[in-house]
């Protein structure tokens, strides 16, 4: 069937199967192939993408499910030659080994920023608990977050930041953590 | 990893939507976020073959208050319901469970009907809503029908929904400034509960503890009856019949369930 | 200044962060136009005889090209192990007669696109016949039921004679204690699953662009598995994401999708699945080891001896084999006057268990930091003493154990001085008392381990470990290096850059790495076993400054001067005759006339043994068992560090893949041998909200076996990790009683053993 949607700003008709997944419509059907498959089960969110400013696992969205909406890839969040502030602060950062992960967890990052903009770290790791890395450990990732965080980064993809923060979440889990469960 | 072909029809309205399921009969499915069906089916554990999509239609979207109750569209998404300022200040229980499911991704997509109808005992807003005494608006060929939080959950991943009926609304009752405590056991951040408890005015709600989100009714009677918290949570797995999987076996499973439910009557999150 | 010691950023990074990296399923090639999609049907029992293999529905199912069992592998033979390894225990490309592991391999659709082939993959119907499953280790070792009939038994190989244990070994020891621990199977899951694309030249050659750890070692192994000269292939490595010693040489999937490619006429792909990647990617650790340790009360160490039975998994691989490196390693960085260490391989019905992150090396760090605190338990001192009076004392010579490991360098006291330093010990236990004393539900731990490991061992004993590296200039400006390492995630392009940019004066950013294709790059150790800076980066040190000796002889002819005037200005990028300011030539020009390269091996001298101790924080919640891993203090000594940026990452990964061993992760399998963590939803695969931040400090105690002064420091973050946070757990709740648990210290395991220690109270 048909559908109509945004890829990084530039607007697009395809004719696709319903069970086609965002990210298959994503790296072949449009050639964007930053965004990569991990797993089987939405856990490792190497296929994290915006849509309509907000972050989402493409692994579980159908291409038919985003008609009409803007999805923004690693590809598309700066010009040519250019690095976002996210993108340029996971390499200041040595926030990536392999890469594997890696445009998943800088759209997600961007996502959590666009939401949080000055988060805790704790807050960070909670926002990045649906993407995997093998390769890192997190600890230079979630420092290249908060140095983006700090740096200031632009709100990304079309949705403005209007509820900036999510206290509730992040900071009663911090605390239930350290209840322990 | 990839579901079995299927068709798909975004519906106009939510009678629309029922109008397609009474056509398509027992071979569709409804599709809000998706962040329950389409993993099944890409596992292949569910093969509907004509998907209904509702995700996107603004009448079953929003929270208003209506009285004593907040009334949230089925098609609302978990991030949505954290985030509210009016379900944060009304009914904080249900925006702290809505902000614990999954992982930042998962709750942009995941809907709170989505989540009651695919009907996970180990799921955080079905435990949510039987602690607040919630309930959800039925849409059927015959009207709208209000169905209780403790006559929703039939079995294993079923709901007492009929065919051709969709979750419309679900009404939670406005508690703003009442103590409550919320548990979720995990090992990892994004896993569902190994077990878990939510407690609000002396009702308790266990996640995990049997094939439906189940009361601590043994607990809670205790409780009415003058017991103090460590006393009445004692009581906590009385009633349940926890499964073994390799997180936990029962005896584990009764063990949490008792100290979940003492600290989630101790206010603490 | 130097650029060595440096934070120099990656190079590799913008494309990575912008475009992505191009793995496998990425590639794009015209050599792959047209390509059909290879998928395995794979067995949902553990172990069955198969009776018939319908493939007709399949045939018939939308897009399907074609379908392959075993009577259609005529030309391929069954594979057999290498190595010491039985090779009675034969392993066929398809199953005809068994399976023996849930995901053995079965059959083969093709489809002419992806999305067909998961619909054609279900409709190919097999007959299973159940056999008993073996899980247990006890079960295989009776060899009631065997998985090989050909082999009449299930050892896979043996280690040591268990028949010629000393019964003396322990004699005058005051206190002796024993204990049976796991060590427990583990998925690699790399973040990029295997995967494989496979096109045939007209010439008969294959082009294999498969994610792997060495193309050669790569090469080498398809041309076994297919059975044609490794002439006739030629692999190209793309980017890798991630491989963690689970992706080198070639598995039986590899060759069959270049066996489908030929049988075809047609360039063939695929893909595997997570869920195919964690029931058939080969398994890591997966030992049960028996410890015991003597000595007398004042914390001498009089004698340890280590017996492990290592679960191979179905069919044996490099798994089976690894126990003669923990057997290398039994006595780490102690002085002890009496060891000895046996070991044996079994086959189970369950997936083949391969290398993982430190290989062999963290499974005897694992035991004889778990016996030293069983062993301070058992007299009463603190772990840390206890360690302090049995490590080996400083050393700059070599130091050969009676297991035949040559330590080169090491200094274990300063490290361990240095971790408890750093992480504050004598206020951690002061912390932890307080909270022992108030009674607090949320107990500390601390936990410690002192570790050795070994690397850059090279291929085989008689065979020193080498490398070789191409270094050439261009006229432009630019350098080129062509290495047999083989990165996926360490930074050789930024770091062999750093080496070539200190001797020639060409900046990082104009230097372009090369590698993993083998029609360029024919001979390489690949990356594993932390080989590669020792050897490649010596190797491609070496190679530069060769260069610089090759221009100079040209330089000489350029300005008509005699070599040994010539000097070579790094800074300025020429050489120039001393005391004639007016007579330089730029190495660049050099170039023009004739190809400026040098190619060269560098040859270790051996293996480097790298060294440190961590120390990790737990709490313990004892009302549910919970494990929080609040800090993780690390010294990991691994010789002079070339860019800290690289080094601190190495660290990072290796620490938090060790940790998450010690309280998170675990392959599990049902008694019928059902994996029951075959997705990432179900294998608790470590999040960002699992493991702090971590403290590394620095300590640098140089190997003189190459001019950098470096060893190898890859895995020793995973080795010295998994048994502090293991130690931690234990340490958190000894006061309550306890004294072993199990990895992984999951919420259960942790509450069951303090169940028992009440009930024993």
Same mark, same amino acid.
């Not at chain 1, 990084?8 to 990210?23: A, I, M, Q, T």
């Not at chain 2, 939507?17 to 329950?36: I, Q």
């Not at chain 3, 044609?228 to 040489?249: L, M, N, S």
């Given at each position: 069937?048909?559908?109509?949607?945004?890829?990084?700003?530039?607007?697009?008709?395809?004719?696709?199967?319903?069970?086609?997944?965002?990210?298959?419509?994503?790296?072949?059907?449009?050639?964007?192939?930053?965004?990569?498959?991990?797993?089987?089960?939405?856990?490792?969110?190497?296929?994290?993408?915006?849509?309509?400013?907000?972050?989402?696992?493409?692994?579980?969205?159908?291409?038919?499910?985003?008609?009409?909406?803007?999805?923004?890839?690693?590809?598309?969040?700066?010009?040519?030659?250019?690095?976002?502030?996210?993108?340029?602060?996971?390499?200041?950062?040595?926030?990536?080994?392999?890469?594997?992960?890696?445009?998943?967890?800088?759209?997600?990052?961007?996502?959590?920023?666009?939401?949080?903009?000055?988060?805790?770290?704790?807050?960070?790791?909670?926002?990045?608990?649906?993407?995997?890395?093998?390769?890192?450990?997190?600890?230079?990732?979630?420092?290249?977050?908060?140095?983006?965080?700090?740096?200031?980064?632009?709100?990304?993809?079309?949705?403005?930041?209007?509820?900036?923060?999510?206290?509730?979440?992040?900071?009663?889990?911090?605390?239930?953590?350290?209840?322990?469960? | 990893?990839?579901?079995?072909?299927?068709?798909?029809?975004?519906?106009?309205?939510?009678?629309?939507?029922?109008?397609?399921?009474?056509?398509?009969?027992?071979?569709?499915?409804?599709?809000?976020?998706?962040?329950?069906?389409?993993?099944?089916?890409?596992?292949?554990?569910?093969?509907?073959?004509?998907?209904?999509?509702?995700?996107?239609?603004?009448?079953?979207?929003?929270?208003?208050?209506?009285?004593?109750?907040?009334?949230?569209?089925?098609?609302?998404?978990?991030?949505?319901?954290? =985030?509210? /300022? #009016?379900?944060? %200040?009304?009914?904080? !229980?249900?925006?702290?469970?809505?902000? +614990?499911? $999954? @992982?930042?991704?998962?709750?942009?997509?995941?809907?709170?009907?989505?989540?009651?109808?695919?009907?996970?005992? =180990?799921? /955080? #807003?079905?435990? %949510?809503?039987?602690? !607040?005494?919630?309930?959800?608006?039925? +849409?059927? $060929? @015959?009207?709208?029908?209000?169905?209780?939080?403790?006559?929703?959950?039939?079995?294993?991943?079923?709901?007492?929904?009929?065919?051709?009926?969709?979750?419309?609304?679900?009404?939670?009752?406005?508690?703003?400034?009442?103590?409550?405590?919320?548990?979720?056991?995990?090992?990892?951040?994004?896993?569902?509960?190994?077990?878990?408890?939510?407690?609000?005015?002396?009702?308790?709600?266990?996640?995990?503890?049997?094939?439906?989100?189940?009361?601590?009714?043994?607990?809670?009677?205790?409780?009415?009856?003058?017991?103090?918290?460590?006393?009445?949570?004692?009581?906590?797995?009385?009633?349940?019949?926890?499964?073994?999987?390799?997180?936990?076996?029962?005896?584990?499973?009764?063990?949490?369930?008792?100290?979940?439910?003492?600290?989630?009557?101790?206010?603490?999150? | 200044?130097?650029?060595?010691?440096?934070?120099?950023?990656?190079?590799?990074?913008?494309?990575?962060?912008?475009?992505?990296?191009?793995?496998?399923?990425?590639?794009?090639?015209?050599?792959?136009?047209?390509?059909?999609?290879?998928?395995?049907?794979?067995?949902?029992?553990?172990?069955?005889?198969?009776?018939?293999?319908?493939?007709?529905?399949?045939?018939?199912?939308?897009?399907?090209?074609?379908?392959?069992?075993?009577?259609?592998?005529?030309?391929?033979?069954?594979?057999?192990?290498?190595?010491?390894?039985?090779?009675?225990?034969?392993?066929?490309?398809?199953?005809?007669?068994?399976?023996?592991?849930?995901?053995?391999?079965?059959?083969?659709?093709?489809?002419?696109?992806?999305?067909?082939?998961?619909?054609?993959?279900?409709?190919?119907?097999?007959?299973?016949?159940?056999?008993?499953?073996?899980?247990?280790?006890?079960?295989?070792?009776?060899?009631?039921?065997?998985?090989?009939?050909?082999?009449?038994?299930?050892?896979?190989?043996?280690?040591?004679?268990?028949?010629?244990?000393?019964?003396?070994?322990?004699?005058?020891?005051?206190?002796?204690?024993?204990?049976?621990?796991?060590?427990?199977?583990?998925?690699?899951?790399?973040?990029?699953?295997?995967?494989?694309?496979?096109?045939?030249?007209?010439?008969?050659?294959?082009?294999?662009?498969?994610?792997?750890?060495?193309?050669?070692?790569?090469?080498?192994?398809?041309?076994?598995?297919?059975?044609?000269?490794?002439?006739?292939?030629?692999?190209?490595?793309?980017?890798?994401?991630?491989?963690?010693?689970?992706?080198?040489?070639?598995?039986?999937?590899?060759?069959?999708?270049?066996?489908?490619?030929?049988?075809?006429?047609?360039?063939?792909?695929?893909?595997?699945?997570?869920?195919?990647?964690?029931?058939?990617?080969?398994?890591?650790?997966?030992?049960?080891?028996?410890?015991?340790?003597?000595?007398?009360?004042?914390?001498?160490?009089?004698?340890?001896?280590?017996?492990?039975?290592?679960?191979?998994?179905?069919?044996?691989?490099?798994?089976?084999?690894?126990?003669?490196?923990?057997?290398?390693?039994?006595?780490?960085?102690?002085?002890?006057?009496?060891?000895?260490?046996?070991?044996?391989?079994?086959?189970?019905?369950?997936?083949?268990?391969?290398?993982?992150?430190?290989?062999?090396?963290?499974?005897?760090?694992?035991?004889?930091?778990?016996?030293?605190?069983?062993?301070?338990?058992?007299?009463?001192?603190?772990?840390?003493?206890?360690?302090?009076?049995?490590?080996?004392?400083?050393?700059?010579?070599?130091?050969?154990?009676?297991?035949?490991?040559?330590?080169?360098?090491?200094?274990?006291?300063?490290?361990?001085?240095?971790?408890?330093?750093?992480?504050?010990?004598?206020?951690?236990?002061?912390?932890?008392?307080?909270?022992?004393?108030?009674?607090?539900?949320?107990?500390?731990?601390?936990?410690?381990?002192?570790?050795?490991?070994?690397?850059?061992?090279?291929?085989?004993?008689?065979?020193?470990?080498?490398?070789?590296?191409?270094?050439?200039?261009?006229?432009?400006?630019?350098?080129?290096?062509?290495?047999?390492?083989?990165?996926?995630?360490?930074?050789?392009?930024?770091?062999?850059?750093?080496?070539?940019?200190?001797?020639?004066?060409?900046?990082?950013?104009?230097?372009?790495?090369?590698?993993?294709?083998?029609?360029?790059?024919?001979?390489?150790?690949?990356?594993?076993?932390?080989?590669?800076?020792?050897?490649?980066?010596?190797?491609?040190?070496?190679?530069?400054?060769?260069?610089?000796?090759?221009?100079?002889?040209?330089?000489?002819?350029?300005?008509?001067?005699?070599?040994?005037?010539?000097?070579?200005?790094?800074?300025?990028?020429?050489?120039?005759?001393?005391?004639?300011?007016?007579?330089?030539?730029?190495?660049?020009?050099?170039?023009?006339?004739?190809?400026?390269?040098?190619?060269?091996?560098?040859?270790?001298?051996?293996?480097?043994?790298?060294?440190?101790?961590?120390?990790?924080?737990?709490?313990?919640?004892?009302?549910?068992?919970?494990?929080?891993?609040?800090?993780?203090?690390?010294?990991?000594?691994?010789?002079?560090?070339?860019?800290?940026?690289?080094?601190?990452?190495?660290?990072?990964?290796?620490?938090?893949?060790?940790?998450?061993?010690?309280?998170?992760?675990?392959?599990?399998?049902?008694?019928?041998?059902?994996?029951?963590?075959?997705?990432?939803?179900?294998?608790?695969?470590?999040?960002?909200?699992?493991?702090?931040?971590?403290?590394?400090?620095?300590?640098?105690?140089?190997?003189?076996?190459?001019?950098?002064?470096?060893?190898?420091?890859?895995?020793?973050?995973?080795?010295?990790?998994?048994?502090?946070?293991?130690?931690?757990?234990?340490?958190?709740?000894?006061?309550?009683?306890?004294?072993?648990?199990?990895?992984?210290?999951?919420?259960?395991?942790?509450?069951?053993?303090?169940?028992?220690?009440?009930?024993?109270?």
């Amino acid at each position: 069937m048909q559908v109509e949607l945004g890829v990084n700003g530039e607007h697009r008709s395809d004719d696709v199967e319903p069970r086609l997944l965002l990210v298959h419509y994503l790296r072949e059907v449009c050639g964007l192939r930053a965004a990569n498959v991990g797993c089987d089960t939405t856990s490792c969110g190497a296929c994290t993408v915006l849509l309509d400013g907000v972050s989402v696992k493409s692994c579980t969205v159908l291409t038919v499910q985003a008609a009409g909406q803007q999805v923004t890839t690693a590809e598309g969040l700066a010009a040519e030659g250019e690095l976002h502030p996210v993108q340029a602060a996971f390499r200041q950062e040595h926030g990536l080994q392999c890469g594997f992960c890696t445009p998943g967890m800088v759209m997600a990052a961007v996502g959590l920023l666009s939401e949080n903009p000055d988060p805790s770290e704790t807050e960070v790791r909670e926002g990045l608990e649906g993407n995997f890395c093998r390769c890192t450990g997190y600890h230079n990732i979630v420092r290249a977050v908060l140095a983006a965080a700090a740096g200031g980064v632009p709100a990304a993809g079309a949705r403005a930041a209007a509820t900036a923060r999510t206290p509730a979440a992040g900071s009663e889990r911090a605390q239930a953590g350290q209840a322990g469960a | 990893m990839i579901a079995a072909p299927f068709d798909y029809v975004a519906a106009e309205s939510a009678t629309h939507a029922l109008e397609l399921l009474d056509s398509f009969g027992d071979d569709a499915k409804l599709l809000a976020g998706g962040h329950s069906l389409l993993p099944m089916m890409k596992l292949r554990l569910a093969a509907p073959s004509v998907l209904i999509d509702i995700g996107r239609l603004a009448e079953l979207t929003g929270i208003r208050a209506d009285g004593d109750e907040l009334v949230i569209g089925a098609a609302t998404t978990h991030a949505t319901l954290a =985030a509210s /300022d #009016l379900v944060r %200040a009304d009914a904080p !229980l249900l925006a702290h469970s809505a902000g +614990l499911v $999954g @992982d930042p991704q998962i709750r942009h997509r995941g809907t709170i009907g989505g989540s009651l109808a695919h009907a996970d005992p =180990a799921a /955080d #807003l079905p435990m %949510a809503l039987l602690a !607040l005494g919630g309930s959800v608006e039925v +849409l059927g $060929g @015959d009207g709208t029908r209000n169905v209780a939080a403790e006559d929703l959950f039939a079995g294993f991943f079923e709901t007492s929904l009929e065919p051709g009926e969709l979750i419309a609304w679900v009404r939670v009752p406005r508690r703003p400034g009442r103590a409550w405590g919320y548990q979720k056991f995990v090992r990892r951040a994004n896993d569902w509960a190994i077990v878990g408890a939510a407690a609000i005015e002396g009702r308790i709600a266990l996640a995990n503890m049997g094939p439906v989100p189940l009361r601590a009714r043994a607990a809670e009677q205790a409780l009415a009856g003058g017991a103090s918290v460590a006393e009445a949570a004692e009581l906590a797995a009385e009633g349940t019949e926890p499964g073994e999987d390799l997180h936990a076996d029962r005896g584990y499973r009764r063990h949490l369930a008792r100290v979940l439910a003492r600290r989630a009557l101790e206010h603490r999150t | 200044m130097s650029i060595l010691g440096t934070r120099v950023l990656r190079t590799e990074d913008p494309r990575f962060l912008t475009s992505g990296g191009v793995y496998t399923e990425d590639v794009t090639d015209d050599r792959l136009a047209g390509a059909c999609h290879v998928f395995f049907v794979r067995s949902p029992a553990a172990h069955a005889r198969i009776g018939a293999i319908d493939v007709s529905a399949a045939l018939s199912a939308p897009g399907v090209v074609a379908a392959f069992t075993a009577a259609d592998l005529t030309d391929l033979t069954a594979i057999r192990p290498s190595g010491k390894a039985n090779k009675r225990m034969a392993r066929p490309f398809l199953a005809s007669d068994r399976v023996r592991h849930v995901g053995d391999l079965v059959a083969i659709v093709v489809t002419e696109h992806a999305y067909q082939g998961e619909d054609a993959v279900e409709l190919v119907d097999v007959d299973y016949d159940p056999l008993p499953a073996v899980v247990d280790l006890a079960a295989a070792a009776s060899d009631e039921v065997l998985l090989h009939e050909e082999a009449g038994t299930n050892v896979a190989a043996t280690f040591g004679d268990a028949g010629a244990l000393d019964e003396h070994l322990f004699d005058g020891c005051e206190v002796v204690t024993t204990r049976t621990i796991v060590n427990q199977r583990v998925a690699p899951a790399p973040m990029e699953t295997r995967a494989a694309a496979a096109a045939w030249g007209s010439d008969g050659r294959l082009t294999a662009w498969i994610p792997n750890q060495g193309a050669q070692g790569t090469r080498a192994g398809l041309a076994r598995l297919l059975g044609v000269p490794a002439g006739h292939i030629r692999v190209i490595t793309p980017d890798v994401g991630g491989a963690f010693g689970a992706k080198f040489g070639a598995d039986p999937e590899h060759a069959l999708v270049a066996w489908v490619a030929r049988r075809l006429g047609r360039p063939a792909r695929w893909t595997e699945t997570r869920q195919e990647n964690l029931i058939a990617m080969t398994h890591g650790r997966a030992q049960q080891q028996t410890v015991t340790i003597g000595g007398g009360r004042d914390g001498t160490v009089l004698a340890y001896r280590l017996e492990i039975v290592q679960d191979a998994g179905a069919y044996p691989r490099i798994g089976a084999m690894l126990p003669f490196l923990t057997i290398l390693m039994t006595v780490g960085p102690y002085a002890i006057g009496r060891a000895e260490s046996v070991a044996k391989s079994l086959v189970t019905t369950t997936t083949p268990v391969g290398a993982y992150r430190g290989a062999g090396r963290p499974e005897a760090t694992a035991a004889i930091e778990r016996a030293m605190d069983l062993f301070a338990a058992e007299i009463g001192m603190d772990p840390a003493e206890v360690r302090r009076r049995n490590l080996l004392p400083p050393f700059t010579e070599p130091h050969r154990t009676k297991f035949g490991a040559l330590y080169d360098t090491g200094d274990y006291t300063a490290s361990l001085d240095k971790v408890l330093a750093a992480a504050g010990y004598r206020e951690l236990r002061r912390e932890q008392a307080q909270r022992r004393a108030r009674g607090d539900v949320v107990a500390l731990g601390i936990g410690l381990s002192s570790y050795v490991e070994i690397t850059g061992m090279g291929d085989g004993e008689e065979q020193p470990p080498e490398e070789n590296a191409t270094v050439e200039v261009h006229p432009d400006g630019t350098a080129t290096i062509l290495t047999g390492t083989s990165p996926h995630g360490q930074g050789h392009a930024t770091a062999w850059a750093m080496l070539a940019s200190e001797q020639l004066g060409i900046p990082v950013e104009k230097i372009t790495l090369k590698w993993g294709d083998t029609d360029l790059v024919p001979r390489g150790g690949g990356t594993g076993g932390s080989r590669s800076l020792q050897h490649g980066g010596s190797a491609v040190r070496q190679a530069a400054q060769e260069l610089i000796e090759v221009a100079r002889e040209r330089a000489a002819g350029e300005l008509e001067a005699n070599p040994a005037d010539l000097r070579f200005d790094v800074e300025r990028g020429a050489f120039g005759v001393s005391g004639d300011p007016d007579a330089s030539v730029p190495l660049t020009r050099l170039a023009e006339q004739e190809r400026l390269l040098v190619r060269t091996v560098f040859t270790a001298p051996g293996a480097t043994f790298p060294f440190g101790s961590h120390v990790a924080v737990v709490e313990v919640d004892t009302e549910t068992g919970k494990v929080a891993l609040r800090r993780m203090v690390t010294v990991d000594d691994a010789g002079f560090v070339l860019n800290p940026l690289l080094a601190e990452g190495q660290r990072h990964g290796g620490i938090a893949q060790g940790a998450a061993q010690a309280f998170l992760e675990e392959v599990v399998y049902d008694d019928d041998g059902n994996p029951l963590t075959a997705s990432l939803a179900d294998y608790p695969f470590l999040s960002a909200t699992e493991v702090p931040s971590f403290e590394l400090a620095d300590m640098q105690t140089l190997t003189s076996y190459n001019p950098l002064g470096v060893k190898g420091i890859g895995e020793a973050g995973s080795i010295g990790a998994t048994p502090a946070v293991q130690n931690a757990v234990i340490d958190a709740l000894a006061h309550l009683g306890v004294r072993h648990i199990d990895m992984p210290a999951s919420p259960q395991r942790v509450w069951q053993a303090l169940q028992a220690a009440r009930e024993s109270a």
